[in-house]
C-alpha cells in the first residue's frame, strides 16, 4: 500500500554531516506523521525525529540542536539533516509514515516502514 525508498547513508567522519532522504509511494490519500528512527547494534530501535503532517516536530535529546527533520509533502518525501555527527550516531535509520491509503475495500491506514539505511560516523 505504501512503499518507502531511503538513501543518503554512507560512512562519515566525526563532525561531518549526512542527508537522508525518505521518498513514499502509493495508493497514499494523507500522510500524517513521518518520522526517523534507527538501532544501533545490540540495542532497541529509538525515535530520532518525528514531524507531523501540520510540521510539529519531536526530536531525541540526543540529536536536538544537531539533526532537524523536514518533510515535502508535495513530493511525499521525508528529510533529515545531520550535522556534527558523533559515533554514538551509528547506527541504521529507518523512515517510518502513519498515511491513510485507498484500498478497494475503502480507506485504511498504514503504517510502514522502510528498509533503513546505515550511517557509520567514524572518530
Known amino acids: 500500500q505504501v512503499q518507502l525508498v531511503e538513501s543518503g547513508g554512507g560512512l562519515v567522519q566525526a563532525g561531518g554531516s549526512l542527508r537522508l532522504s525518505c521518498a513514499a509511494s502509493?495508493?497514499?490519500?494523507?500522510?500524517?506523521?513521518m518520522g526517523w528512527y534507527r538501532q544501533a547494534p545490540e540495542k532497541q530501535r529509538e525515535l530520532v525525529a518525528v514531524?507531523?503532517?501540520?510540521?510539529?516536530?519531536n526530536y531525541a535529546d540526543s540529536v536536538k540542536g544537531r539533526f532537524t527533520i523536514s518533510r515535502d509533502n508535495a513530493k511525499n518525501t521525508v528529510y533529515l539533516q545531520m550535522n556534527s555527527l558523533k559515533p554514538e550516531d551509528t547506527a541504521v535509520y529507518y523512515c517510518?509514515?502513519?498515511?491513510?491509503?485507498?484500498?478497494?475495500?475503502?480507506?485504511?491506514?498504514?503504517?510502514?516502514w522502510g528498509q533503513g539505511t546505515l550511517v557509520t560516523v567514524s572518530s
Open positions: 517510518n509514515t502513519d498515511a491513510v491509503v485507498l484500498t478497494p475495500e475503502g480507506f485504511s491506514t498504514s503504517d510502514t
Open positions: 502509493g495508493s497514499i490519500s494523507r500522510i500524517n506523521a
Open positions: 514531524i507531523s503532517d501540520g510540521g510539529m516536530t
